[in-house]
Every structure is written in C-alpha cells, then in structure tokens.
C-alpha cells in the first residue's frame, strides 16, 4: 500500500496516541480501594484485653460534640490566616488563634493540589490518586467508605452550601443543600453570597448535625490576579465576618443545650505566587486549620507556631469527635490536642481505635505487615495498654497508673506516625498490564517511524508500506500467542486491570494491531539489513554529508530527550530549550556568515576554474549551490551590480536577525520566571500585574496589541485586516472592563465587570476571519489549484488564531505573542527562504521555538502553571467543552502558533519542492515521538522515585495531551498535503 510522508505520519500518531492512552490509564488507575460497606459500623475492637480481665468496652466512644460546623475556604494558605494577612484583614479570627478556646494548625496537602482530590482526602482520610487532577472536572459519586457516609449512615442530618462537587460526590446523602460551580472562576463575589444568604436561617434553626460551608471566591480571586490581589483583602474579611457569626451563634446554642460544639476553618489547597494550584510549592500544600470549640480550654502565655499535620488527619479527628467510626481507607491519625480535655483511658482508646484501623489497612495492602516498625510498635502499644487497664480496673490511682498511661499514650502517637508514613507509601498502586501494553504499541509506532526516515524525505515524500508480513504465519503466531498471555493475565490477577475490563473484541483489536505492527517492523529491518538494495541512482535518494547545524540538531535533541531522567532537569526544563535555542542562533550566525561572505570567494574560485561538473554540483548542499547559480545568471545577464546592491542590504538584516532574536528570548526570560527553583523570584510580569504599575501596563499591552496588528495582518484581505483590528481593540476593552488595564480617560478600576459582552464581541471576529480563511482554503482544495488562494487562507486562519491568543493571554504576556510573531516573520524573510533551508531542518527549528515559548508564556511542568482562569473568557457559565478547549489553547498556543506557521510556511514551498509538506508533517511526528517514548519508560523504571507524583506524573500529563494536539495539527497538514506527484522527477 503506497502512502505519502503525511499520511503515514497521522497514522502513527493516531496509533501512538492510543498507547499513549493506554499507559496513562495504567499509570493513574481510578483507585478502588474501599471494603464492601456492610460492616463498616461492626468488628470495632474493644479494649486490648488485660490477663485475668474483661472490658465492655466495644461501642464507639460517645461524642465529643454535639454540632460540627465545617468552613472550607478554598484556596486557604496557612499565611491567610497565620501571617500579616490574616492580622490585617482577619481580626476576629486572629483573635481567636491567639488566645481563644482553639487550636491552630498547618495541614499539609499532598499533590495534586486541586479541589476534588483534596475534599476526597478530607473526607475519606486516603490519599487520592494523581488522575484526580483529570477527573476533577467531572466528579463521579464518591463510591470509598468517607466519613459523610458514615455520619448518615448513623443519623446525623448534614446540610451543605458551595461548590456542587460535593453534590456529585454525595448524592444523596444532604438533607439540604444548594451547589455552586466551581469552574466560574471570574466570579469570586455571587459564589460566595449564595453560600452566606442561607446562614441566618440554617443557624436559627436545631434540625441539622453537621453544617459544611465551602466557599469559593477566594479561589478565584487567585485566579484571576494571584495572592497579592487588592482583592484577597476584602475577601479575607468578609471570611471573618462569617467565621465571627457561624461562632457566636454557637456559643449561644451551647448555652442553651450544655453541649459543645466545633467550628472547623480549613482550605482544600492553598495557592502558588501566581494564584493557581495543583503542584507541590510550599504556598500550595500548606493550608490553615483552626479548630474551635469551648471544649478546649483557652490559650494562655504567648501565641505558639502552628503544628504541622497532614490534611488527612482531619478525617479521623472529626469522625472521632462525632462519634463515628473511622473511614477504612484512612491514613490519617488522630490530632491529640482535640482529645487532651479527656481522661487518660478515654484519649488511649481513641489512639487505639485509630491504630487498629491502621494496622488492618496495612494489614491489607502489604503482604509483610507483620515486619513493618509501625505494625510492630502498635502490638507494644497494645500489651502496654493491657497492662494499663488492669491497673485501672483494680482501683490502682498511684503516680505509676498516670506514668504508665503517659508512656503507653507515646508508644501508641509513635505507632500511628510510623503507620501513617507507611500507607502512604502504598498509595501507588500501578495497573502494570496497561503500562505494557501502551509501551509496546508506543515503542512500536517509533521505530516504524525511524525504519521510515529515508523514504519518508526522499524527493517522493512517500513509500510502500508492505501488507504481506499481515498474511504470514509471524502475524498469526504473534496473535495466538498475545490472545493466551492476555487469557493467563486477565484470569490469574487479582488487582483491577483496565485492559482486562475492556470488551474481548476491543482486546483482540489492539492485539491485532500490536502484532501487525511488529510484523512490519521486522519486514522494514529485514530490507535493511539482510537483504539491502544496492544504493539508488538517484542523488534526491541519497544521503548526503552532515552539516554543522544538523549534527546541533541531533544532538540536541538527543540532549533534550536525555535530560528527562532527572527531577532537577524536569523542573527547570524551560533551562533546556531556552539554551537549545540560543545555541540555534549562534549556529544560524555561522551558517549566515558562510552564505554571504565566504560563499562568494569560493564561487569565483569555482568560475575561474571553469563551469563545475554536475556530479559536483550535485554533491554541494542546496543553498551553496543557488548561490553558484545565482552569481553564473548574474554574470551572465549583466545584471550582477543590481544584485549586489539588493543582497547588500539583505545579507547585514539577516546577520542581525540571529542577534535580534537573542536579544528577544532574553527579554522573555525576564518577563515570567517558571520553574521551581526560580519561580518565587521577581520577574517583570510580577512588576507590571502589581496595581501600582497599572499605567505602564496599560501602555505596554495598548503597544503590543499594535504590534500584533502591525505583524499578524500582512497577508490577509482586507476584510479580515478590518476584523482584527476591531477584534484587537476589543481585547483592550475586555482587559480593562474586567479591570487587569485602564483606557486614558479612566482614573480607576471600580467599575469592574466580567467583560462577557466584550468578550464575545472579540470571538465574532475570530470566528470570521476564521470562517473567512478557511473559504479560501475549500476553494483552493475543490474548485482551483491557485497555490495563492490557499496560502491567503492559510495565514487568515493563522491570524484568527493569534486574535484569540491575544484574547486569552494575560496584559502582560502579549508581549510574548508580539515577539513570536517578530521572530517568525524575520526567521522566514532573511533566514529560510534565502538560505533555502530544507523542511526537515525548518520543521524542527519550529518545534524548538515552540516549545522554548511554551515556557516563556509562563507556563512550566506543574499543574499550577495552568491557567484556569483562561477557560472562561466570555463565559457567564460553565460550559465543559468551550472551557476545556480554551484552557488548552491557552496552555498550548506556543507550540500549536508556530505549528500552524510551519504549515503556512511549507505551502509557500510546495511550487519550489512538492515534497516540502510530507516532510515537514513526518519530521514533527517524529519530534513528538521521540521524547513521549523515552519519557514512558523513564517514569516506568522511576514509579517507585520521591518525587513520581510531585514532579515525574505532571509531566507525564503534559506529554500525553501533547501527543494529542500533535496528532490534531499533523491531521491538518495531511489535509492540506497536496503533493502533485507528477511534479516529481523518478
């Protein structure tokens, strides 16, 4: 079967993706850890049993509390509450951490840092799984033993107001509630009221248990202009004010009933320098937790730091201070301070609940348990408690009851420590069979990409791919013997298997198509090296010799795809490309410099010595040897002063654009620090989002959307010159609607709004000029061959795409969309095109240049550096496919523009070589294969590493979307692939 480059190229990213799909579900499995419900409320332990005694003590301990109030202000950071901030803004609460009936804490979050799994950590006590972060935007029913199905289950009346995910996670299991969605995030006051008008009447009234408050504006405060916002102020205190009024109301119900009550304040996450979440900075993972209860008794002395706990403890703590049992899946452990008002054998049996729980979780996860330090500090903790309690059962009040019980109260908080640490640990739990499956398909589709390489860029762009080894007796055997490993596998496992789950007939598929491709691999390396075909005639076949800049291309990307073994490269990779890049450059300065200066003696010395052979002429690389002819017409035809003159000014702007573009990276590194290490650093976008410097960020936005005007327009009609210039100006006037810029008669931003109007006013315009391109496009495709009409199309649909980067881009990062579109213009008119550089090597300087601005955007390998906000641009709701498409644009409008500049590019080259777009097509397929493959088997030979969840399975995410947008832009170059066949000489 014969296949053009392009062709070929889309079907093994199609191919690629799906085993790219396959190891990611291996990778994040949905965890399905819980036991069957049905005894949840039976099998407590009693008393560890003294000799000679009996304890009937077997129930759950009677409550601590009668009402619990939980507040969940999302995007809570402990330096909200605990720092100048909370000083400032949250008096009340202040007050309370410093000498009030309360206790203060910092709990830790463990990534991702997102909503869903953290209120699944809160609520369940277990660690959620990594692909949470994916399925945070459609939350199914939470199916784990948690601690609100233990409260219904035993009576309690729960009334909930927020975010609805806690509606999707717990269907039916509020009395009353009313949900708010969470994905809005440029509204942070109407998600908040809807939560505080319901206050007055729930606090009046007796008929609820457990009252859970989640609000969500300071989240998308956050969001919108991060935790230096003059926003956040005035939000912390209305937080306050309701802290103040849920607490009051309390004290005053307990006057009345004799019984305490608890008002828990916590985040969910807390919040990056940038205002997003989802990684592992210290601003993300540590979040306030206050609770408060006249339970406790009131602080006195000099304000202590908050202790550090893990979020998950709060699952225990608050089951045991409403009497239920513990979630089976929790690795959380009891905070002790809650419980220090009780006697020594109630606080003991509260810790020894709390490690049997433990040790029957680890009991169940890990084969040797009994082996383990916590399991075997917790039976110490038991005999010793043994003891104790026959010394209390025999009357015994002497000093050595209350040291006894203080020693065994340390072996059990010793127990639950090492306990803890070890279940979490086993939170990895890897769906190993889909891992290999997705490799093998990954690996496979690579290689039959490398086998390709020399017909794939020969003259034809195209080549036979052979159907004969899907009828040998290899294919048949390897089918037959998959089908019985898939059997053996399926049958004798005991773990959830996604592979295993899928129907028999889509297995036997991907078996199918496992083994086909290893046939024609083995076929393509038999024709290479068992039976090799004598060298073809013809030069366009044949290789020839490496120049200085392709062996600076294969080695850095060679360097590239190394450097993703380590967590500090992973983390700092934007270090990678911005040094590729710049490397780039110098190398460009070289081979501009030989073009123009060195180039020109050696053809004189050629014509001196008389008119080169066409062999030789046929060994000089393709811009030494235009040059030749160039200067022979010239000669000739008397015109070589005229060309001179012209290649005078040509040659000094094309040795300048190396160092301008040197100059423009330079500025962009200054403009968004990303990373890790770096990231806390000042940069100059900080300096321009503050609101002192909201004038020169005016000016500098108002600057670049000209520029981008002046840039982006050039090749379009008319028409869509007109539909971008109004579609800039309504990007102004949507930043300075929502309040981020100022036009010049506005003195302030108090008239503030979600800019929706403006919004939508921009997206008519992309739309149309849009709609306008791809016109020509169609036209160009079915009722004429006009290369023109195509190439007109093609930038119109490129500068609709850049209007809506604008739109989506922060003030302060246009000026990355105005350099990008600078360095491509002066890349294509003085470097390119006269050095007629071949669509492999262009192909892969614009994938380089789109990965190296992916990260000048700001963006890094964390989730955090996403941004939400971006989604819901002219939104009034949340609307999940617009969202996410918008989400992901903005996140990828580095790469995606200069991928689409590549297209446009290669269609003004197919009259010069028809080939040009097969090959640019197959060479960034290739790109994209190569770093994708060596990253799955990296991060498999890394599972058990420190940092797999913080740093490793972040980036696994962003390389699998990645592979996903690739196969969409190489589907549009194989539209678009018109390779006149006829054109090209055998």
């Known amino acids: 079967?014969?296949?053009?480059?392009?062709?070929?190229?889309?079907?093994?990213?199609?191919?690629?993706?799906?085993?790219?799909?396959?190891?990611?579900?291996?990778?994040?499995?949905?965890?399905?850890?819980?036991?069957?419900?049905?005894?949840?409320?039976?099998?407590?332990?009693?008393?560890?049993?003294?000799?000679?005694?009996?304890?009937?003590?077997?129930?759950?301990?009677?409550?601590?509390?009668?009402?619990?109030?939980?507040?969940?202000?999302?995007?809570?950071?402990?330096?909200?509450?605990?720092?100048?901030?909370?000083?400032?803004?949250?008096?009340?609460?202040?007050?309370?951490?410093?000498?009030?009936?309360?206790?203060?804490?910092?709990?830790?979050?463990?990534?991702?840092?997102?909503?869903?799994?953290?209120?699944?950590?809160?609520?369940?006590?277990?660690?959620?799984?990594?692909?949470?972060?994916?399925?945070?935007?459609?939350?199914?029913?939470?199916?784990?033993?948690?601690?609100?199905?233990?409260?219904?289950?035993?009576?309690?009346?729960?009334?909930?107001?927020?975010?609805?995910?806690?509606?999707?996670?717990?269907?039916?299991?509020?009395?009353?509630?009313?949900?708010?969605?969470?994905?809005?995030?440029?509204?942070?006051?109407?998600?908040?009221?809807?939560?505080?008008?319901?206050?007055?009447?729930?606090?009046?009234?007796?008929?609820?248990?457990?009252?859970?408050?989640?609000?969500?504006?300071?989240?998308?405060?956050?969001?919108?202009?991060?935790?230096?916002?003059?926003?956040?102020?005035?939000?912390?205190?209305?937080?306050?004010?309701?802290?103040?009024?849920?607490?009051?109301?309390?004290?005053?119900?307990?006057?009345?009933?004799?019984?305490?009550?608890?008002?828990?304040?916590?985040?969910?996450?807390?919040?990056?320098?940038?205002?997003?979440?989802?990684?592992?900075?210290?601003?993300?993972?540590?979040?306030?937790?206050?609770?408060?209860?006249?339970?406790?008794?009131?602080?006195?002395?000099?304000?202590?730091?908050?202790?550090?706990?893990?979020?998950?403890?709060?699952?225990?703590?608050?089951?045991?201070?409403?009497?239920?049992?513990?979630?089976?899946?929790?690795?959380?452990?009891?905070?002790?301070?809650?419980?220090?008002?009780?006697?020594?054998?109630?606080?003991?049996?509260?810790?020894?609940?709390?490690?049997?729980?433990?040790?029957?979780?680890?009991?169940?996860?890990?084969?040797?348990?009994?082996?383990?330090?916590?399991?075997?500090?917790?039976k110490m903790a038991e005999k010793s408690h043994g003891n104790w309690i026959k010394l209390y059962l025999e009357g015994n009040t002497s000093e050595v009851l209350l040291n006894l019980g203080k020693k065994v109260l340390k072996q059990y908080l010793e127990a639950l420590k090492i306990l803890s640490a070890s279940l979490s640990k086993q939170v990895a739990q890897y769906d190993t069979y889909s891992m290999i499956v997705g490799t093998v398909i990954v690996l496979e589709v690579l290689l039959l990409l490398l086998l390709s390489i020399p017909k794939a860029l020969s003259s034809r762009a195209e080549f036979e791919v052979p159907l004969s080894p899907l009828c040998s007796l290899l294919f048949y055997l390897m089918c037959l013997m998959l089908c019985a490993v898939?059997?053996?596998?399926?049958?004798?496992?005991?773990?959830?298997?996604?592979?295993?789950?899928?129907?028999?007939?889509?297995?036997?598929?991907?078996?199918?198509?496992?083994?086909?491709?290893?046939?024609?691999?083995?076929?393509?390396?038999?024709?290479?090296?068992?039976?090799?075909?004598?060298?073809?005639?013809?030069?366009?076949?044949?290789?020839?010799?490496?120049?200085?800049?392709?062996?600076?291309?294969?080695?850095?990307?060679?360097?590239?795809?190394?450097?993703?073994?380590?967590?500090?490269?992973?983390?700092?990779?934007?270090?990678?490309?911005?040094?590729?890049?710049?490397?780039?450059?110098?190398?460009?300065?070289?081979?501009?410099?030989?073009?123009?200066?060195?180039?020109?003696?050696?053809?004189?010395?050629?014509?001196?010595?008389?008119?080169?052979?066409?062999?030789e002429v046929k060994g000089t690389s393709l811009h030494y040897k235009s040059d030749v002819e160039l200067l022979q017409d010239?000669?000739?035809?008397?015109?070589?002063?005229?060309?001179?003159?012209?290649?005078?000014?040509?040659?000094?702007?094309?040795?300048?654009?190396?160092?301008?573009?040197?100059?423009?990276?330079?500025?962009?590194?200054?403009?968004?620090?990303?990373?890790?290490?770096?990231?806390?650093?000042?940069?100059?976008?900080?300096w321009l989002t503050s609101s002192e410097h909201k004038t020169e960020l005016s000016l500098l936005a108002s600057v670049s959307l000209v520029m981008i005007f002046i840039l982006g327009q050039r090749r379009c009609s008319l028409v869509s010159k007109i539909a971008m210039a109004l579609g800039l100006l309504g990007v102004y006037s949507y930043r300075a609607a929502i309040g981020n810029v100022l036009f010049p008669w506005q003195q302030d931003s108090k008239d503030i709004s979600k800019g929706i109007i403006e919004a939508r006013f921009v997206y008519v315009f992309v739309l149309g000029i849009i709609f306008s391109g791809t016109k020509d496009l169609l036209k160009s495709q079915v009722l004429t061959t006009d290369s023109k009409i195509k190439f007109i199309g093609l930038w119109e649909i490129y500068s609709g795409l850049v209007l809506l980067a604008a739109l989506l881009f922060r003030p302060h990062n246009l000026p990355v969309l105005v350099f990008c579109l600078l360095i491509q213009a002066m890349m294509t008119k003085y470097v390119w095109k006269p050095l007629e550089f071949d669509a492999a090597q262009v192909t892969i300087m614009h994938y380089w240049f789109g990965q190296a601005f992916f990260f000048f955007q700001g963006n890094s390998n964390s989730i955090a550096s996403v941004d939400i906000s971006a989604g819901f641009v002219g939104l009034d709701n949340y609307v999940e496919i617009p969202a996410i498409f918008l989400t992901g644009f903005a996140t990828y409008s580095g790469p995606l523009l200069w991928a689409i500049h590549l297209l446009c590019y290669l269609s003004s080259e197919v009259n010069r070589n028809p080939a040009a777009m097969g090959h640019g097509c197959f060479c960034y397929a290739l790109l994209r294969s190569v770093p994708v493959a060596a990253y799955i088997i990296l991060v498999t030979a890394l599972r058990y590493h420190l940092f797999i969840w913080s740093v490793f399975s972040p980036k696994l995410l962003y390389e699998g979307v990645h592979v996903f947008i690739t196969a969409a832009v190489c589907m549009f170059f194989t539209a678009l692939d018109q390779n006149h066949l006829h054109k090209v000489q055998d």
């Open 1 to 378: 079967m014969r296949l053009r480059s392009g062709v070929f190229a889309f079907s093994c990213l199609l191919v690629q993706a799906l085993g790219v799909g396959l190891f990611l579900r291996g990778f994040f499995p949905v965890p399905v850890r819980s036991l069957p419900r049905n005894g949840a409320l039976a099998a407590l332990p009693p008393e560890p049993p003294p000799a000679g005694f009996s304890s009937n003590w077997t129930k759950v301990p009677s409550p601590l509390f009668k009402k619990a109030v939980i507040v969940l202000i999302d995007a809570l950071r402990d330096d909200f509450v605990f720092g100048s901030k909370g000083k400032q803004f949250m008096p009340y609460t202040t007050q309370l951490v410093e000498g009030g009936t309360s206790h203060s804490f910092i709990a830790e979050a463990k990534p991702p840092t997102v909503t869903m799994p953290r209120i699944k950590a809160l609520t369940t006590g277990s660690i959620p799984g990594f692909i949470d972060v994916i399925m945070n935007l459609n939350s199914p029913t939470l199916l784990e033993d948690n601690l609100i199905w233990q409260a219904k289950t035993a009576g309690k009346r729960i009334i909930f107001y927020g975010d609805d995910t806690w509606v999707r996670l717990f269907p039916k299991h509020f009395v009353e509630y009313d949900g708010t969605t969470s994905f809005f995030v440029s509204d942070y006051t109407e998600v908040d009221d809807n939560v505080t008008r319901h206050l007055d009447n729930v606090l009046k009234r007796e008929d609820w248990d457990l009252l859970i408050l989640h609000y969500l504006g300071l989240d998308h405060i956050g969001h919108l202009s991060g935790p230096n916002s003059l926003l956040v102020g005035p939000k912390l205190s209305e937080m306050d004010n309701i802290i103040k009024k849920i607490h009051t109301s309390l004290l005053a119900k307990e006057r009345e009933v004799a019984s305490p009550h608890l008002l828990v304040v916590c985040g969910d996450h807390g919040m990056s320098e940038t205002g997003s979440h989802g990684g592992s900075s210290e601003g993300e993972i540590h979040t306030a937790l206050l609770l408060i209860s006249s339970a406790f008794d009131r602080r006195n002395g000099p304000p202590k730091p908050p202790e550090l706990v893990q979020q998950t403890d709060l699952t225990v703590t608050l089951a045991i201070g409403l009497g239920l049992p513990i979630s089976r899946n929790s690795v959380g452990k009891l905070i002790l301070p809650v419980v220090q008002q009780k006697t020594m054998r109630e606080q003991l049996r509260y810790l020894h609940l709390n490690g049997f729980q433990l040790a029957r979780l680890l009991q169940e996860n890990m084969p040797t348990y009994e082996k383990d330090p916590g399991f075997e500090q917790f």
């Open 486 to 615: 898939h059997v053996v596998v399926c049958t004798s496992t005991e773990g959830l298997c996604y592979f295993c789950s899928i129907s028999w007939l889509t297995a036997v598929g991907v078996i199918m198509l496992i083994s086909g491709l290893l046939c024609v691999i083995v076929s393509g390396l038999e024709k290479v090296f068992v039976n090799p075909k004598q060298p073809a005639k013809n030069p366009a076949a044949s290789t020839s010799s490496w120049s200085e800049l392709d062996v600076l291309i294969l080695a850095g990307t060679i360097g590239h795809v190394s450097s993703l073994g380590a967590s500090s490269f992973i983390e700092e990779e934007h270090q990678t490309w911005y040094f590729l890049i710049n490397t780039l450059c110098l190398a460009l300065c070289q081979e501009i410099c030989r073009h123009y200066f060195l180039a020109k003696e050696c053809d004189l010395q050629l014509l001196s010595a008389g008119k080169p052979s066409s062999d």
């Open 634 to 686: 010239d000669l000739k035809t008397g015109k070589g002063s005229f060309s001179d003159k012209r290649r005078g000014s040509e040659k000094w702007m094309a040795l300048a654009t190396p160092w301008v573009i040197l100059v423009c990276c330079r500025l962009l590194r200054s403009l968004n620090q990303t990373g890790v290490q770096w990231a806390h650093r000042p940069d100059f976008g900080h």
